[in-house]
């Protein structure tokens, strides 16, 4: 199972051309990995205020297949990967049934008040599980 949201591309997302700008690709990306974490029950601003902990970027590996353009409905599914103490979010995004982007976003689990990452909790890793079934 997976996370599925549609991005509706906005004239605002574009360039002169009509085309999405890739940052604008990366912001719909971002704006998924929010949307998950809020639909798991662990949105992002609760994890460092009720949780003292963080999951921040590590790496992202994207590769851009096909253009989008103003108008256009991309249907963006996320499926995570829960490792000890990090999480892989794999992106798959499609227009009229074509992929137009994929890759992966990695993140660390951190305390708030330290470096280095440490495990996930048990809590929050059968949320990334159930996500993932």
């Known amino acids: 199972m997976s996370f599925t949201r549609t991005w ?20 719909a990306i971002h704006e998924t990995s929010d949307m998950f974490m809020e639909s798991i029950g662990w949105p992002f601003w609760e994890l460092t205020e009720d949780h003292g902990i963080g999951l ?19 249907e963006i599914e996320l499926t995570p990967e829960v490792g000890d103490s990090s999480v892989r979010l794999d992106y798959r995004a499609t227009h009229d049934g074509a992929v137009v982007f994929s890759g992966t976003e990695h993140r660390v689990c951190v305390p ?21 079934d």
């Open 112 to 132: 708030v008040d330290g470096d280095g990452g440490v495990p996930v909790p048990d809590d929050l890793r059968a949320a990334f599980e159930a996500a993932a």
């Open 8 to 27: 509706t591309v906005r004239f605002s997302d574009t360039d002169p051309f009509g085309i999405a700008h890739y940052p604008r690709l990366i912001d």
């Open 56 to 74: 921040p970027l590590v790496s992202m590996d994207f590769d851009f297949e096909g253009q989008v353009n103003a108008g256009d409905e991309v």
